[in-house]
């Protein structure tokens, strides 16, 4: 069921999370690709934090500000390529998304 939060998968490995200066580039890149489809109201990216186990990690998650703007998106990246991988999509519960609960 479509929700206003999109998971994106198979974007990115653990390794490429760790540089902040890369990290911030895959920021910017995803925000300016999905801001093309409505308005990003957030957008997070779980990091690996040492000596922590952290859940979500490679897996990307965007809110839209609406339903719609979301399934435009989802039906536009499904498939697409980003850093030579193929981009995994699917919606993900608002509330667990405000929880953290990657």
């Known amino acids: 069921m479509p929700t206003e939060v999109l998971c994106l998968m198979n974007m990115m490995v653990e390794d490429e999370l760790k540089d902040d200066e890369d990290y911030e580039d895959?920021?910017?890149?995803?925000?300016?690709e999905c801001s093309k489809y409505g308005i990003v109201r957030s957008l997070e990216v779980p990091r690996p934090i040492p000596?922590?186990?952290?859940?979500?990690?490679?897996?990307?998650?965007?809110?839209?500000?609406?339903?719609?703007?979301c399934?435009?998106?989802q039906a536009a990246l499904t498939g697409r390529k980003f850093a030579n991988r193929t981009v995994v999509?699917?919606?993900y519960?608002?509330?667990?998304?405000?929880?953290r609960q990657f």
Do not use: M, N, P, W
């Open 89 to 91: 999509t699917s919606y």
């Open 71 to 73: 399934q435009k998106a």
């Open 51 to 69: 000596g922590v186990e952290v859940s979500g990690i490679g897996k990307v998650f965007v809110e839209f500000a609406t339903c719609a703007d």
């Open 93 to 99: 519960d608002v509330d667990r998304y405000h929880q």
């Open 26 to 32: 895959i920021l910017e890149d995803i925000r300016e």
